[in-house]
């Protein structure tokens, strides 16, 4: 697992899409691994900017996302399909609509949605990239804590603190969905490459914890160091806190 402090979330934001431009420009038919969250807002501004200044040809990239809120129609607002196309795909032209997968929160049957989204990445994929965000408690994709590591893409019951860190997106905490389809930690791990963003204090607990405690099906995230190659990309704040306890790898 490799470490790397890159200052502030303007820096961090843009060494991610930089090095996702350079994936799609090495292998046109790439497949990344995607993420949502606030942290990604700024990762997926700079990569449009880079893509559209490079005028890259994405007609043969394909995408995956995570997960996605189980009830939520992709026209949803608070959905991850309105989310991805807001902050993504609608600038750049090349996208190719039939190359961007997302699971259907709002299927008739979402076990059944999740086994097909597992099938198709098991098809298609595995990752060139995936990114990552983390959550407060360790989750990683929408795999709460005593996840099993073994575990694919499912349905998955939202965790109280995920509920309420996620209600600022919703007009009241009852609004917010109390399950998603998720990729599992399995799904994930089997990326070629993995880039975990995280920055910010609210991160602090649960980075140190990644490279402090035990791997353990308590923190999802641990998985991540038996994986052979993993970026952890922090910001000074974190990157501080983590060497006055002498914990940088």
Not at 136 to 144: A, M, Q, R, T
Not at 187 to 214: E, Y
Request: proline share 4%; with cysteine.
């Amino acid at each position: 697992m490799n470490l790397i402090n890159l200052k502030n979330q303007t820096i961090a934001s843009q060494y991610v899409a930089t090095e996702l431009l350079k994936q799609v420009k090495s292998k046109p038919n790439t497949v990344l691994g995607l993420a949502t969250g606030n942290t990604m807002i700024d990762v997926y501004k700079c990569l449009s900017e880079l893509l559209n200044i490079n005028q890259i040809d994405l007609s043969r990239v394909a995408t995956f996302n995570l997960d996605e809120y189980v009830g939520l129609a992709p026209n949803h607002k608070q959905s991850y399909h309105v989310y991805m196309n807001e902050h993504l795909f609608k600038h750049n032209d090349s996208w190719q609509k039939d190359n961007i997968h997302l699971p259907m929160g709002n299927a008739k049957d979402v076990v059944h949605e999740s086994k097909v989204y597992e099938q198709l990445l098991c098809d298609i994929g595995p990752a060139d990239i995936q990114i990552l965000g983390i959550g407060e408690n360790g989750h990683i994709g929408f795999n709460e804590p005593y996840t099993s590591f073994d575990s694919v893409t499912s349905v998955v019951d939202l965790t109280p603190s995920t509920i309420k860190a996620n209600s600022k997106h919703f007009e009241k905490i009852e609004d917010v969905p109390k399950q998603a389809i998720s990729l599992g930690l399995t799904s994930i791990m089997r990326a070629k490459r993995i880039i975990l963003l995280a920055l910010g204090r609210h991160k602090r607990d649960a980075i140190k914890q990644l490279l402090k405690d035990d791997i353990s099906e308590s923190l999802p995230a641990s998985i991540l160091r038996q994986h052979a190659n993993v970026e952890v990309i922090v910001d000074d704040e974190i990157f501080q806190t983590i060497k006055s306890t002498k914990l940088i790898p």
